[in-house]
């Protein structure tokens, strides 16, 4: 019978042998083959027993005893093949399994499903897709499509291709499937396929198939997300009802991840404390998981844990940690981690680590430590670069910003948002920079097309201001399609030193009516531009909006620019006024700078009251006693001057 359909089928097939068997056939063997070397005469018995214990060699790993036993076989059937073919992809020699695959064919052998099987899992799994393609011909060719396992395999293949809508098609077209075949397209989605995968589940529920604990497993991996955390649960209902909460080892680990992603941290605590310490798989996702949340005693203790079950810490709980040493400037922590980082030989594979220690040594203020990581790197990426970028910037190491930008550009390395706003941001602090390298940067970030970016336009719109070309930085604003309240309070505080205040409330006003929220730093910048263009009116409607429209509490420095305001136009009782009603008025600077305005426009009746207020503020400092008593002596008041200096002088306070 199989005979026949052979026969029957030997045109075909040879049309639709695989391109890579004709090469193959022809190339010298692999491990060339004693065919023949002596012959049976129970031949069928014999390859019963070289098929099994070829296939016992191969799962206990002696891959070339079983090779030797499969060259010296004196026929082979289909089962040897398939046997030599998934012990060597067992082995992880999917290369060679597919060399022997080719040579099954190219002997005539006839693929069966568990051929296929093997083979196209070995196909995706070296990304070797053309030749999947070719194999896909022969099962369609052989009528194995509509098998489950063969099914399987091909959706795992274009799934790994990328072709999620035709694996889908292939599953939809199988008569049956089992649950090896669910799983199998649900580990296709990988991480990010959340909605696919949540559809995928609905129709398991419809379509009444019981899932297993690997499906669990794929299905809340991905759903590691604050905004799914309620289908997540529904799931851990699931598995607690089931009994596998506890009971499954993959099942309660990939809960505890579910809930570090999720951020949920007492949820991913639960969860790990019912598994038991030597089975705890999910140490990483927990230590990185307390590191992002800053609680630096819980990461810790859990990665002092892990060292002590012998688990190896990854790269994401390194990162973790040194971001957390790095946000509590705390360097003994990050040093420790750096050691670890050292020991076990981190160092030299990964980028994120990199980067991790420069941010963390720059932000910790030891700069030549982040240099001295940069340059042990032999290849340095844009990532790392970036890292000792913003290290030099946090350290003021100003000129060294602007260096590294023009060595990333001059050695291909490129830049991106974050280079150019850096960069851009620390050009008015350097002594070399000048307004044509702020063209220059403006320049590269067009052409990069960065200059779409809002925190490389407010870092532009800044610069230029700095650098006096207000006109610039109202041109990058005005080329923003859809401004946030940080380009909004750039802006305004752009043109707010220019005598810009009718500019300034303007944009005030347009960012409010975009529905944005002014922030207390906006304020401040409409009221110091109100305070230098002198608009008494507007400022003081400003100032009393913050606290009744917007609701934010004015803080001193907003209190100083009114004072400033209305001191400068000599409306003394008013300043007075707005200083005693808000609440934050214990700062002696501005009541000593409105006595200064008291002593300029000589109003005799406000500085008294203004004077006795900022001695009572300031008992101790000297030049508040000097400027009281200067007060005094400007009016004509002479006795009263010399009053306050003795008082000075007699208790210890040095005029
Ligand atoms: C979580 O989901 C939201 C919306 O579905 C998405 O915007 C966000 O990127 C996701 N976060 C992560 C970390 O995957
Ligand atoms: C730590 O990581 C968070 C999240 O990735 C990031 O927002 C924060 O800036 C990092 N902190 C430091 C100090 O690098
Ligand atoms: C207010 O404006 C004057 C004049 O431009 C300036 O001297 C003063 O420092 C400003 N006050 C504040 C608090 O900015
Ligand atoms: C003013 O008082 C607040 C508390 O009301 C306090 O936090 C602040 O330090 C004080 N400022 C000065 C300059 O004394």
Same mark, same amino acid.
């Given at each position: 019978?199989?005979?026949?359909?052979l026969?029957?089928?030997?045109?075909?097939i040879?049309?639709?042998?695989?391109?890579?068997v004709?090469?193959a056939?022809?190339?010298?063997?692999?491990?060339? @083959?004693?065919?023949?070397?002596?012959?049976d005469?129970?031949?069928?018995?014999?390859?019963?027993? *070289?098929?099994?214990?070829?296939?016992?060699?191969?799962?206990?790993?002696?891959?070339?005893?079983?090779?030797?036993?499969?060259?010296?076989?004196?026929?082979?059937?289909?089962?040897?093949?398939?046997?030599?073919?998934? /012990?060597l992809?067992?082995?992880?020699?999917?290369?060679?399994?597919?060399?022997?695959?080719?040579?099954?064919?190219?002997?005539?052998?006839?693929?069966?499903?568990?051929?296929?099987?093997?083979?196209?899992?070995a196909f995706? +799994?070296?990304?070797?897709?053309?030749?999947?393609?070719?194999? !896909?011909n022969?099962v369609?060719?052989?009528?194995l499509?509509?098998?489950v *396992?063969v099914g399987?395999?091909?959706?795992?293949?274009?799934?790994?291709?990328?072709l999620?809508?035709?694996?889908?098609?292939?599953?939809?077209?199988?008569?049956?499937?089992?649950?090896?075949?669910?799983?199998?397209?649900?580990?296709?989605?990988?991480?990010?396929?959340?909605?696919?995968?949540?559809?995928?589940y609905?129709r398991?529920?419809?379509e009444?198939?019981?899932?297993n604990?690997?499906?669990?497993? *794929?299905?809340?991996h991905?759903?590691?997300?604050?905004?799914?955390?309620?289908? #997540?649960?529904?799931?851990?209902?699931?598995?607690?009802?089931?009994g596998?909460?506890?009971?499954?080892?993959?099942?309660?680990?990939?809960?505890?991840?579910?809930y570090?992603a999720? #951020?949920s941290?007492a949820?991913?605590?639960?969860?790990?404390?019912?598994?038991?310490?030597?089975?705890?798989?999910?140490?990483?996702?927990? $230590?990185?998981?307390?590191?992002?949340? /800053?609680?630096?005693?819980?990461?810790?203790?859990?990665?002092?844990?892990m060292?002590?079950?012998?688990?190896?810490?990854?790269?994401?709980?390194?990162v973790?940690?040194?971001?957390?040493?790095? /946000?509590?400037?705390?360097?003994?922590?990050?040093?420790?981690?750096?050691?670890f980082?050292?020991?076990?030989?981190f160092?030299?594979?990964s980028?994120?680590?990199?980067?991790?220690?420069?941010?963390?040594?720059?932000?910790?203020?030891?700069?030549?430590?982040? $240099?001295?990581?940069?340059?042990?790197?032999?290849?340095?990426?844009?990532?790392?670069?970036?890292?000792?970028m913003?290290?030099?910037?946090?350290?003021?190491?100003?000129?060294?910003?602007?260096?590294?930008?023009?060595l990333?550009?001059?050695?291909?390395?490129?830049?991106?948002? %974050?280079?150019?706003?850096t960069?851009?941001?620390?050009?008015?602090k350097?002594?070399?920079?000048?307004?044509?390298s702020c063209?220059?940067?403006?320049?590269?970030?067009?052409?990069?097309?960065?200059?779409?970016?809002?925190?490389?336009?407010?870092?532009?719109?800044?610069?230029?201001?700095?650098?006096?070309?207000?006109?610039?930085?109202?041109?990058?604003?005005?080329?923003?399609? @859809?401004p946030?309240?940080?380009c909004?309070t750039?802006?305004?505080s752009?043109? @707010?030193p220019?005598?810009m #205040?009718?500019?300034?409330?303007?944009?005030?006003?347009v960012?409010?009516?975009?529905?944005?929220k002014?922030?207390?730093?906006?304020?401040?910048?409409?009221l110091? =531009?109100?305070? !230098?263009?002198?608009?008494?009116?507007?400022?003081?409607?400003?100032?009393?909006?913050?606290?009744?429209?917007? /609701?934010?509490?004015?803080?001193s420095?907003?209190?100083?620019?009114?004072?400033?305001?209305?001191g400068?136009?000599?409306?003394?009782e008013? =300043?007075?006024?707005?200083?005693?009603?808000?609440?934050?008025?214990?700062?002696s %600077?501005?009541?000593?700078?409105?006595?200064r305005?008291?002593r =300029?426009? +000589?109003?005799?009746?406000?500085?008294?009251?203004?004077?006795?207020?900022?001695?009572?503020?300031?008992?101790?400092?000297?030049?508040?006693?000097?400027?009281?008593?200067?007060?005094?002596?400007e009016?004509?008041?002479?006795?009263?001057?010399k009053?306050i200096?003795d008082?000075a002088?007699?208790?210890?306070?040095?005029?």
């Amino acid at each position: 019978m199989r005979k026949q359909i052979l026969v029957s089928f030997a045109p075909l097939i040879s049309a639709f042998t695989p391109t890579f068997v004709r090469n193959a056939s022809t190339t010298s063997s692999l491990f060339p @083959s004693q065919f023949g070397s002596y012959f049976d005469t129970n031949p069928r018995d014999k390859v019963y027993t *070289y098929n099994r214990d070829i296939e016992s060699l191969m799962k206990s790993g002696s891959v070339d005893c079983a090779l030797k036993l499969f060259d010296e076989m004196p026929t082979r059937d289909v089962i040897t093949w398939n046997i030599l073919i998934s /012990g060597l992809k067992l082995n992880g020699l999917s290369k060679e399994a597919l060399y022997f695959y080719s040579q099954m064919v190219s002997q005539g052998f006839v693929e069966s499903s568990s051929t296929f099987s093997t083979v196209l899992g070995a196909f995706s +799994h070296e990304g070797l897709y053309q030749e999947g393609l070719q194999v !896909h011909n022969r099962v369609i060719v052989l009528g194995l499509s509509l098998n489950v *396992y063969v099914g399987s395999a091909l959706i795992d293949l274009y799934m790994n291709m990328g072709l999620v809508d035709f694996a889908l098609r292939l599953f939809d077209d199988l008569p049956e499937r089992n649950l090896a075949t669910w799983n199998q397209l649900l580990r296709g989605f990988g991480e990010f396929g959340m909605s696919q995968k949540l559809q995928l589940y609905y129709r398991m529920k419809r379509e009444g198939v019981v899932p297993n604990p690997l499906t669990f497993c *794929y299905l809340i991996h991905s759903f590691g997300n604050e905004s799914l955390i309620d289908k #997540g649960r529904e799931l851990h209902s699931y598995a607690i009802k089931v009994g596998w909460a506890e009971s499954d080892l993959f099942v309660s680990n990939a809960l505890v991840d579910f809930y570090s992603a999720c #951020g949920s941290l007492a949820d991913a605590k639960k969860s790990f404390e019912v598994i038991s310490a030597d089975d705890v798989i999910s140490w990483n996702s927990l $230590v990185s998981m307390y590191a992002y949340s /800053g609680i630096d005693s819980d990461a810790l203790e859990i990665f002092s844990m892990m060292q002590v079950w012998g688990k190896k810490p990854s790269i994401r709980s390194f990162v973790g940690l040194l971001n957390l040493s790095s /946000g509590n400037v705390n360097i003994i922590l990050g040093k420790q981690i750096h050691c670890f980082v050292l020991k076990l030989g981190f160092d030299h594979s990964s980028c994120y680590i990199h980067s991790a220690l420069i941010d963390m040594y720059g932000n910790c203020g030891e700069i030549e430590s982040s $240099v001295l990581i940069y340059e042990n790197i032999p290849r340095k990426t844009l990532e790392v670069c970036n890292s000792l970028m913003t290290s030099f910037a946090h350290c003021g190491v100003v000129e060294d910003v602007i260096e590294l930008f023009g060595l990333m550009v001059d050695e291909d390395i490129g830049f991106d948002e %974050v280079s150019l706003s850096t960069t851009v941001n620390t050009l008015p602090k350097s002594t070399y920079a000048s307004l044509t390298s702020c063209k220059l940067l403006h320049h590269c970030a067009v052409k990069s097309g960065c200059d779409h970016d809002l925190a490389v336009s407010c870092s532009l719109i800044d610069s230029y201001s700095r650098f006096g070309d207000v006109k610039s930085s109202c041109q990058v604003f005005k080329q923003l399609s @859809s401004p946030n309240v940080i380009c909004f309070t750039s802006i305004i505080s752009a043109c @707010s030193p220019s005598k810009m #205040g009718v500019e300034c409330c303007k944009f005030l006003e347009v960012m409010i009516n975009k529905g944005l929220k002014p922030d207390k730093v906006t304020f401040l910048c409409v009221l110091k =531009a109100c305070n !230098h263009s002198g608009m008494v009116q507007e400022g003081t409607m400003v100032f009393e909006s913050m606290k009744s429209v917007h /609701g934010i509490d004015p803080e001193s420095q907003h209190l100083a620019c009114m004072v400033d305001l209305l001191g400068h136009k000599g409306l003394l009782e008013e =300043a007075e006024r707005l200083l005693k009603q808000t609440p934050v008025n214990n700062d002696s %600077v501005i009541w000593s700078s409105l006595l200064r305005h008291c002593r =300029a426009h +000589h109003n005799e009746a406000v500085g008294k009251r203004i004077a006795k207020i900022v001695i009572k503020l300031e008992p101790e400092n000297p030049s508040i006693w000097l400027q009281v008593s200067n007060f005094y002596s400007e009016i004509g008041d002479f006795e009263t001057s010399k009053q306050i200096r003795d008082v000075a002088l007699a208790r210890k306070i040095t005029v």
